[in-house]
């Protein structure tokens, strides 16, 4: 009886640890959106993200607590992240714009709204205000009221200039 009641006090503290860990980070993550002008659905993919990260480490642990041996848990992981691996592989150009647009959320000085200019090259120059910036996207909107729409992974590759 007192093993099973320390398994269950540990899993209790896992679920505590994982419910304090999940709203600090939440909370990091509105405050990096309300001091960067970021949309709330950037945020939201995140926030899933980062909940479905932390949610599955919860679960290993518990696993852990109850008995399920480590190297179980593991071949079953190293199987799932090798599949994903693979598919992500596959589609390289998806996984880099995604990791790509969660630097943007997080490092990046360019912000919803800032005009900035994109340096092409010694000659060529791309002007516009940033209107919207999404997991795969940055789209910027000209001064002729064009849209012009880079992918991530080549946005944060760029020259960029603010205009003040």
């Not at 849209?147 to 960029?160: C, D, V, Y």
Request: charged share 20%.
């Amino acid at each position: 009886m007192d093993i099973e009641y320390i398994k269950i006090v540990k899993s209790l503290v896992s679920l505590v640890v994982y419910l304090v860990l999940r709203e600090g980070i939440i909370s990091l993550i509105n405050k990096t959106m309300v001091n960067r002008l970021i949309q709330k659905s950037r945020g939201k993919i995140i926030k899933k993200g980062v909940n479905t990260i932390l949610l599955l480490l919860l679960v290993a642990l518990v696993l852990v607590i109850w008995g399920v041996k480590e190297s179980d848990i593991s071949v079953y992981i190293g199987s799932i992240l090798t599949v994903v691996g693979v598919a992500f592989f596959a589609q390289w150009s998806i996984l880099s714009n995604i990791t790509s647009s969660i630097i943007i959320f997080f490092n990046h000085a360019v912000r919803l709204e800032d005009t900035i200019i994109i340096m092409e090259g010694k000659d060529y120059q791309i002007e516009g205000r940033v209107s919207d910036i999404d997991l795969f996207f940055v789209t910027l909107k000209t001064e002729d009221g064009e849209e012009i729409i880079l992918p991530n992974n080549i946005f944060i590759q760029k020259t960029i200039r603010k205009k003040k």
